[in-house]
């Protein structure tokens, strides 16, 4: 039977649950832990995506925050839409990922990441020094939810419960996931592929490396502004310490524990460690250490991280 035989119905059947879950998850901190789930998937993906166009970002906690506060600022003080909102904070993070990636993306491996560990932390400093505009330390709060959608006569769509931004999360998530793979598939995506494995060789054959890694950041970026612009209007408050360095080594690591040569790999690593500190609440006090450990046993055992699991089980049954 061929490979896409079985996926194609195995993914159809993913989804439908996926739809249903609310039917037998009503807690609202479950659904909280959820809807925070699919907001890492989008992130850790795009992350990937900026990997396998040959460079590592350890910025896109600053990108989420940029898409928060642009989304945050653009509701509260000019009254806008929250789906035009959502809509610029997307743009907002392609935007800065073309101011950055332009100029800097001859740089390679760490002096790359470096750049937008500083690009991050100046988009952190701004949003706590400009207290005028998004509050300092303090943030901003009363972010309104997105906007219901109506069609008179027909339906209501309202977005004050857990239940219905939990589908809107889903949506969201499920369309970003089929960009970035239609992405990957495509031919843009086969450069990107062959620049990461070697700058030289695809410069040979008539590549602008530069130009395809600055596409890449920017589409990377513009998912991260998407996650960030959600966040914001999930959470209703936000503050510049929210995504700081710290979160952004956090999605590094669920890219590298779920496998990052393959698609589903950043999705699983971002679920999996997003429900493991919530497995391990009763041990709080210890969970740094349960985290760190499942990092380091990963990373030892499956090289190419949590997705290969099931092959290496196979391999190894193959050979008694």
Not at 70 to 91: C, M, N, Q, R
Not at 176 to 201: C, H, K, M, N, P
Request: charged share 10%; proline share 4%; hydrophobic share 50%.
């Amino acid at each position: 039977m061929d490979r896409r035989e079985i996926t194609i119905p195995l993914n159809c059947a993913l989804i439908l649950f996926l739809f249903l879950i609310p039917l037998f998850v009503t807690g609202a901190y479950q659904l909280h832990v959820l809807v925070m789930t699919g907001i890492a998937v989008v992130l850790t993906s795009s992350l990937r995506l900026i990997f396998n166009s040959g460079q590592l970002s350890l910025g896109q906690g600053g990108m989420m925050t940029l898409g928060a506060y642009t989304s945050a600022l653009l509701v509260t003080k000019l009254g806008l839409s929250t789906w035009i909102a959502l809509g610029a904070s997307a743009a907002a993070g392609a935007l800065l990922g073309l101011l950055v990636g332009y100029p800097f993306m001859r740089l390679k491996g760490i002096y790359f990441s470096l750049v937008t560990v500083f690009m991050a932390e100046v988009i952190r400093l701004i949003a706590e020094q400009w207290r005028s505009v998004t509050g300092g330390t303090l943030g901003i709060s009363n972010i309104p939810a997105p906007d219901a959608i109506a069609i008179p006569g027909l339906f209501n769509i309202s977005f004050g419960s857990k239940v219905s931004f939990y589908y809107l999360t889903l949506i969201l998530v499920l369309l970003s996931l089929l960009a970035l793979y239609a992405l990957e598939r495509s031919r843009i995506g086969l450069t990107w592929f062959s620049v990461r494995e070697s700058d030289f060789l695809s410069e040979s054959i008539g590549i602008d490396t530069a130009s395809s890694k600055v596409l890449g950041f920017c589409i990377g970026s513009f998912f991260a502004g998407l996650a960030g612009g959600l966040y914001s209007q999930y959470n209703s408050v936000i503050t510049p310490s929210g995504f700081g360095f710290i979160y952004s080594m956090y999605v590094l690591i669920y890219m590298i524990v779920g496998g990052g040569q393959s698609f589903l790999g950043p999705i699983l690593g971002a679920v999996i460690l997003t429900f493991l500190p919530e497995v391990a609440r009763p041990l709080k006090a210890y969970q740094p250490y349960i985290f760190g450990g499942v990092v380091i046993l990963v990373m030892f055992l499956l090289p190419g991280g949590l997705v290969s699991l099931p092959q290496r089980i196979m391999t190894l049954f193959k050979g008694r």
